[in-house]
């Protein structure tokens, strides 16, 4: 078997007519042109965000959800220790604390019945994260955040076209933000979205996205003189990516079915090894639809990870595993409060995904998955 990689980006076909497009015929390559307009039409119109923004990265987006907060030194941000660290990074950058929680034991999203234990009067604000394109439980989050007045943020990067409630995620907190990045199930290389779906911070978002101008504003023609209003950044998405991303939107059907057809067979062909717990498999409790973003299994122990991992390798499958702790991370320790999280720590050391990506053919999936269970065997 030839190598299988851990991951490879889909091209959905398109890509590089409307580049060609935006390059010569639009003739615009900075951002918020005609592509930009396409693909945030299409998130407004289909998940249904009130308003949504192309951002250079999730980690774009979070970074403004956080100034959009008005996150500061003193506030605290409740936020899963078991995710990416651009999520914590957004909180301490603005010099607010995060206070790290636990994940369930069965989706691996936040705990959503540790959440009251650690509010605090200087408690701003939750930051949930949508692990595996599985939706956190945004019921319950919100009727916590509700009752102490604070804000919640869907970190929905693995999320896209995911849905929790009917209800796509990323489109039910205060906020929510979106990665195309190139392991994400629609992407441009780098990319991502903020979707503003509290009315009261779109104007900002706006300012914020344009460098802390009110540039848009200008564009429209409500305002004859563009100028410095507010803090920013460099936020804008150029028209090149967006040209890359808007054909991927575009074929957002095909790939999701095809994403969630290698979910299934995954599931089907290692189910027996959970039956006889042997290992644990994902999670997707019935009120949420998944968008097939990855599959891994928890092994039994870290050792018999590190020798499934090896053996997988010697088959040329490449299997990976994250994350690192934040609340254990260097910068978590001296930013961060944390009691013990003992589902974090236990799945962190255990954690292995399996080559997920849309070219997976069936040939592949069955070597990965027969490899599998002859280790186990
Ligand atoms: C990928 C990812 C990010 C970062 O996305 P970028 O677009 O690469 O900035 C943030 N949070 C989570 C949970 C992610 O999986």
Request: proline share 0%.
């Given at each position: 078997m030839n190598f299988i990689d851990f991951n490879r980006p889909c091209i959905a076909g398109k890509e590089m007519d409307y580049i060609k497009d935006a390059i010569?015929?639009?003739?615009?390559?900075?951002?918020?042109?005609f592509y930009t307009k396409k693909c945030t039409e299409h998130m407004e119109k289909?998940?249904?965000?009130k308003k949504a923004l192309l951002t250079t990265s999730c980690t774009s987006a979070l970074e403004m959800s956080a100034i959009l907060l008005e996150l500061g030194p003193g506030d605290e941000v409740i936020v899963p220790s078991?995710?990416?660290v651009s999520t914590a990074n957004a909180i301490v950058l603005r010099g607010a604390t995060p206070v790290f929680i636990d994940i369930r034991?069965?989706?691996?999203?936040?705990?959503?019945?540790?959440i009251e234990k650690l509010i605090t009067p200087k408690t701003k604000a939750i930051y949930a994260v949508h692990y595996a394109g599985i939706g956190a439980e945004m019921d319950a989050i919100l009727r916590v955040a509700q009752n102490h007045n604070i804000y919640v943020v869907e970190d929905?990067?693995?999320?896209?076209?995911a849905r929790y409630n009917g209800k796509y995620l990323g489109?039910?907190?205060?906020l929510g933000t979106y990665s195309f990045h190139e392991?994400?199930?629609?992407?441009?290389?780098e990319g991502g979205a903020l979707l503003v779906n509290?009315?009261?911070f779109i104007d900002r978002a706006e300012i914020l996205l344009e460098k802390g101008t009110n540039r848009k504003k200008f564009m429209e023609g409500l305002v004859d003189k563009y100028t410095w209003v507010d803090v920013g950044s460099s936020y804008v998405l150029s028209e090149l990516n967006a040209a890359y991303l808007y054909a991927q939107l575009e074929s957002r059907d095909a790939i999701l079915k095809k994403r969630l057809s290698i979910f299934n067979k995954y599931y089907a062909g290692l189910q027996s090894l959970q039956k006889n717990g042997k290992i644990q498999l994902p999670f997707i409790p019935p009120h949420c639809r998944s968008n097939g973003h990855m599959f891994y299994i928890i092994c039994g122990t870290r050792d018999e990870r590190s020798r499934l991992m090896k053996f997988l390798r010697d088959r040329n499958i490449q299997a990976v595993f994250h994350y690192v702790p934040l609340h254990s991370s260097p910068m978590g320790v001296k930013n961060g409060r944390s009691a013990t999280l003992p589902v974090t720590e236990h799945i962190t050391e255990r954690l292995l995904r399996l080559p997920f990506f849309y070219y997976l053919t069936d040939t592949e999936q069955d070597y990965i998955i027969e490899s599998v269970l002859s280790f186990y065997k």
């Open positions: 010569y015929d639009k003739k615009a390559l900075c951002g918020n042109g289909n998940f249904g965000a078991f995710t990416f034991k069965d989706t691996l999203n936040i705990d959503e019945t540790m929905a990067a693995q999320g896209v076209d489109t039910i907190g205060h392991t994400k199930n629609y992407t441009c290389g509290d009315e009261k």
